[in-house]
């Protein structure tokens, strides 16, 4: 069962302020209620990439305070957790608000694209600890599984090759393949559209806030794998589930796998 206390839904949603845009407050509270209300049954699984399969989030933030110190506005990582789950061109958006219209974003990404690269020439990907294993375990239960990442197809390609489990998805959907960034539903209802599962009946698993919400927009079972964000108020009270790392998720998918599943 949920780990989570059912407390009261006014307390769920923090005095019922959303600052999402995508529901309203009222709309939220019925989301909420539907998480509370009934158990999961799990017919595939979709994975955020970045921050979640592999500690590339701290490899981005390193590149962008290299990049911004050769563009003269010093070490910019910080900007990273503006822009968590983020698409590149939501991403640009926020860059170009907080620097100005004028802003070379495009050069700023090219140098981090730049220093990623000659990291991951001379390093393997890092992989988030328990992958391997719960890969594993969804696999061989026969789940289908997707990657939903904000992220340009090049690069997740590049990554989930690099750690050898570019097969073990059966469907990748990527920052570039659509029009509205995360929180917005699009990227996991596209992802279980090519897995021809009902959201409903698909788990999301995410370390953003715009990634929970975006698979909560989509109907989907958000679990948590904190990286460098812990959730708050609003954001913990609609989580299926939250777990310290991808393995620590396993007795949470063993007891909501629905039965028709191998």
């Known amino acids: 069962g949920r780990s989570l206390p059912r407390l009261p839904l006014y307390e769920r949603?923090?005095?019922?302020?959303?600052?999402?845009?995508f529901r309203t407050a009222e709309q939220a509270a019925e989301l909420i209620a539907a998480f509370v209300?009934?158990?999961?049954?799990?017919?595939?699984?979709?994975?955020?990439?970045?921050?979640?399969?592999?500690?590339?989030?701290?490899l981005c933030i390193e590149a962008t305070d290299w990049a911004g110190e050769q563009m003269g506005i010093g070490k910019a990582g910080w900007m990273n957790y503006r822009t968590l789950g983020s698409n590149h061109q939501e991403v640009k958006r926020i860059w170009l608000a907080e620097f100005g219209p004028d802003f070379d974003y495009d050069r700023l990404s090219t140098l981090v694209g730049e220093y990623t690269r000659r990291y991951l020439a001379e390093h393997p990907i890092p992989v988030k600890p328990g992958l391997?294993?719960?890969?594993?375990?969804l696999k061989g239960r026969g789940i289908p599984l997707a990657v939903a990442s904000s992220s340009g197809e090049g690069t997740v390609r590049r990554n989930l090759t690099q750690a050898g489990v570019l097969d073990c998805f059966d469907a990748v959907v990527c920052g570039d393949h659509i029009a509205r960034s995360k929180p917005a539903p699009d990227?996991?209802?596209?992802?279980?559209?090519?897995?021809?599962?009902?959201?409903?009946?698909?788990a999301a698993v995410e370390d953003s806030r715009n990634g929970l919400w975006?698979?909560?927009?989509?109907?989907?079972?958000?679990?948590?794998?904190?990286?460098?964000?812990?959730?708050?108020?609003?954001t913990a009270a609609f989580l299926a589930g939250?777990?310290?790392?991808?393995s620590d998720l396993i007795p949470w998918f063993t007891a909501h796998i629905s039965p028709k599943m191998g």
């Open 132 to 137: 391997y294993e719960l890969l594993n375990c």
């Open 187 to 202: 990227i996991y209802l596209a992802a279980c559209a090519k897995l021809g599962a009902d959201p409903a009946r698909c």
């Open 242 to 246: 939250k777990a310290n790392t991808l």
């Open 214 to 234: 975006s698979a909560a927009n989509a109907g989907c079972y958000p679990l948590m794998v904190p990286d460098l964000w812990q959730p708050d108020a609003q």
């Open 13 to 21: 949603v923090a005095s019922r302020k959303v600052d999402v845009s």
């Open 37 to 58: 209300g009934e158990e999961p049954l799990v017919e595939a699984v979709v994975f955020d990439m970045d921050g979640l399969l592999f500690d590339t989030e701290r």
